[in-house]
């Protein structure tokens, strides 16, 4: 029954929500047969029609469902609109017939009703019904990050900066509630809307935690994402919300260059380099990205936890006060989307395998950069294997 949330239509203050990438057009099969546009949309139809089925029919009495935007393993979001407003909005459906489902809504929910910000995405309203929650977001359109890098034109550190900037304050909010994301990526940071000034979001609280009311605020669940986990998490050591701030590094290493700074398609190995905590600024753009910028990297990607920068250190830190303002204007946009396409297209060579891997870079940017999340139960660590 439910995660905890009421059981009728519990109003909140307005909020964002995510979208992900909706509609990806159909590969065309011989000459013949329906435009690919239109075999899509016939498609999403069925798609759409049969997942209404499924609906709580309070929520259908609210809300039209217009289509199926993202799944996860225990939810889906689907894209809707308000019959009285017509506004859209989006709704997440949470399946908590299964225990991890169950503590994957629960932890969400806690997070939701108590955040307010305007980097964070923010609930709107609940409904709850048997095995499944209904959770009601306002709708963002601008796609996921590195889609928009790829996308555009033009990418500078001033730019890297402002993005940097949105990101470690919605953290310092979080963390001055005791709350801990645990699985900040690339994955999770959303464009509110497709304008080039648009704010980014940070979404999917599944893996966070809350500190309790003792002011006990470590915790020792191994999760998030393999690439972004910081090192005390591998060693299975109580840890804060430092490990934010890890990730907070990874992503900015990773927004940078289009290189992950510790990679590896073996997950022991990838731990192994993690725990060593060494990586290098080789290969291009590096020569052209400014000491700052290095210097902010650094303060996060720190073994010790505690010598890590805060989110309040590194809204502080000079790269970031000053917008990059000593940096190189360099357009690092080429570079940074050649590494990228790369790493979802490995085996590419050829000079024009690049253009032709963009359109495949979209369809694959939720799963190249990082791995499924990580669970204690799923995958249990022998620490000693990885020393």
Not at 314 to 328: C, K, R, Y
Not at 379 to 387: F, N, Q, T
């Amino acid at each position: 029954m439910g995660c905890g949330a009421s059981g009728k239509v519990v109003p909140g203050p307005p909020a964002l929500a995510w979208a992900k990438h909706e509609g990806q057009s159909q590969a065309r099969v011989g000459g013949a047969g329906p435009r690919p546009e239109a075999a899509a949309q016939a498609a999403q139809r069925i798609q759409v029609a049969r997942f209404r089925a499924k609906f709580d029919p309070r929520v259908l009495a609210r809300y039209d469902i217009k289509a199926l935007i993202g799944t996860g393993s225990f939810s889906r979001v689907v894209r809707v609109e308000q019959k009285t407003t017509k506004k859209p909005f989006a709704i997440k459906v949470m399946e908590t017939r299964e225990r991890e489902g169950r503590e994957l809504c629960v932890s969400e929910l806690s997070v939701l009703r108590r955040v307010s910000h305007r980097y964070i995405v923010q609930l709107m309203e609940i409904f709850e019904a048997e095995d499944r929650v209904y959770m009601v977001m306002e709708l963002a359109t601008g796609g996921e990050l590195f889609d928009r890098l790829i996308a555009q034109g033009s990418f500078t550190e001033r730019d890297a900066v402002r993005i940097l900037r949105m990101v470690a304050d919605g953290i310092r909010y979080l963390h001055a509630l005791r709350i801990t994301h645990r699985n900040l990526k690339p994955e999770n940071l959303l464009y509110y809307h497709p304008g080039a000034e648009s704010k980014i979001l940070i979404t999917d609280f599944g893996l966070a935690h809350s500190g309790n009311e003792s002011g006990d605020w470590t915790m020792k669940t191994l999760c998030g994402t393999p690439e972004y986990i910081a090192p005390e998490v591998l060693l299975r050591k109580p840890y804060t919300s430092a490990v934010d701030m890890w990730a907070l590094g990874v992503i900015a290493y990773v927004l940078l260059s289009g290189f992950l700074p510790f990679d590896d398609e073996s997950q022991t190995r990838l731990y192994r380099k993690i725990l060593k905590g060494k990586y290098n600024y080789t290969g291009e753009p590096w020569p052209s990205i400014s000491h700052l910028a290095k210097d902010f990297i650094d303060k996060l990607l720190i073994l010790e936890a505690g010598h890590r920068m805060s989110a309040g250190q590194a809204l502080d830190h000079p790269w970031v006060i000053n917008m990059a303002a000593g940096s190189s204007m360099k357009n690092l946009q080429r570079a940074i989307s050649r590494n990228l396409m790369q790493r979802a297209s490995p085996h590419s060579q050829s000079p024009g395998s690049a253009q032709s891997s963009k359109s495949h870079y979209s369809h694959k940017s939720r799963h190249m950069w990082s791995k499924r999340n990580l669970r204690i139960e799923e995958s249990p660590l022998c620490v000693s294997a990885l020393l």
